[in-house]
């Protein structure tokens, strides 16, 4: 019943209500809200329900008895309470944090802030050596002028050996050496993978007009047994230049320009005569390697002149254009250059060696 006579009134539940009476109830409520034990979520439920309560509320139970209040002295009610009130939301809130932490913490997992920047470190790639190696050596012929051909792995005889001038019973065509998808009795026709890049210069020629000046990288396959030295399928960069008057001084001049570029200009290196169905001269190039224990030379491509047969193959006049080709292997300048010891490891994806390059 709400008071009408005087300053004094009545609140709802009929108590007498004034201002003094009302700011003690606030001040006792005050220390309860202050002092109450809060560490669970249940002891935080427990005091929203008791201070707060939307129906019996002791804080929500006072602001009802303001209207009791003579005019003039509401204001000072109401600050009173709304303080009140307010420190009992914060204490609430804190306790309702320190419930979800305790949660959280319990459960084993973060507390999540979906505002944060990601902390997982993302996995960079990198690019696998052989690769960083083939741009590398790609890059320096293109630098001095070279195209770029490719020609498919699997090969067929004529390609493989036949126009590149191997003899009926070269020893590469054997089984041993080279990988068959399909063998034929003759030797003549089967299906391979091919053991070189050199098929590319067939395919090259066949398809364009002199003059050429082009690499060919790609992978070669062969029938090796696999030591930390050799693997049944390995990288290598074919280069083929056939022009008018192309002789082998511009042959080791490129190469030389080569090897300096990749392996750095205090290079060591040797031209020694080798052999080649497919060249004539030929000619191998090594790079002096030093070591701790003295160093070695280390063979890193094969050359040569390209043989007149190859050019006649390919239906080129071998009276009017002559021209130089070489081979080299990706796999041991990549191991020289990167320390890598075992050729194997190149090949096994492990995300260990991977990530170190
Ligand atoms: N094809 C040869 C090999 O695989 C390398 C080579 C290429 C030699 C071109 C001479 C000319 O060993």
Not at 28 to 44: H, I, K, N, P, Y
Not at 93 to 114: F, H, M, N, Y
Request: hydrophobic share 40%; with cysteine.
């Amino acid at each position: 019943m709400r008071g009408t006579e005087g300053f004094s009134g009545a609140d709802v539940m009929g108590e007498e209500v004034t201002l003094a009476s009302l700011l003690e109830r606030v001040k006792a409520l005050a220390q309860g809200v202050e002092s109450a034990r809060l560490q669970t979520a249940s002891e935080a439920e427990a005091f929203r329900v008791r201070y707060l309560g939307q129906r019996r509320g002791l804080v929500t139970h006072l602001f009802k008895q303001i209207p009791a209040l003579p005019p003039g002295e509401r204001r000072t009610a109401g600050i009173a309470l709304n303080g009140l009130r307010q420190k009992a939301k914060e204490r609430l809130e804190a306790a309702r944090k320190v419930a979800q932490q305790q949660r959280t913490a319990a459960s084993g997992e973060a507390p999540i802030d979906l505002t944060l920047p990601g902390r997982r470190q993302r996995e960079l790639g990198s690019v696998h050596p052989l690769t960083q190696a083939l741009r590398t050596i790609t890059s320096i012929f293109e630098g001095i002028g070279f195209s770029i051909a490719e020609g498919p792995e699997i090969e067929d005889d004529w390609h493989n050996f036949t126009a590149l001038n191997f003899g009926e019973d070269h020893p590469a065509r054997d089984m041993q050496d080279t990988l068959f998808l399909e063998a034929s009795e003759s030797g003549e026709g089967g299906i391979m993978l091919r053991t070189h890049t050199s098929p590319v210069q067939i395919r090259s020629m066949l398809a364009g007009q002199v003059p050429f000046r082009l690499i060919a990288p790609g992978r070669v396959y062969r029938n090796e047994s696999i030591t930390y030295k050799s693997y049944c399928l390995f990288h290598q960069v074919e280069g083929l230049v056939v022009d008018e008057g192309i002789t082998m001084a511009d042959l080791k001049h490129i190469l030389y320009t080569f090897a300096r570029a990749f392996f750095g200009s205090g290079v060591r290196l040797r031209f020694r005569p080798s052999y080649f169905p497919f060249t004539e001269p030929s000619a191998e190039l090594d790079v002096w390697w030093d070591l701790p224990s003295g160093g070695r030379w280390m063979e890193i491509l094969g050359s040569g002149m390209v043989h007149p047969n190859v050019l006649e193959a390919v239906s080129i006049d071998s009276e009017r254009y002559t021209g130089y080709a070489f081979g080299m292997g990706i796999e041991r300048p990549a191991m020289l250059l990167y320390g890598i010891d075992d050729i194997r490891i190149l090949y096994e994806n492990d995300v260990r060696f991977l990530s170190q390059f």
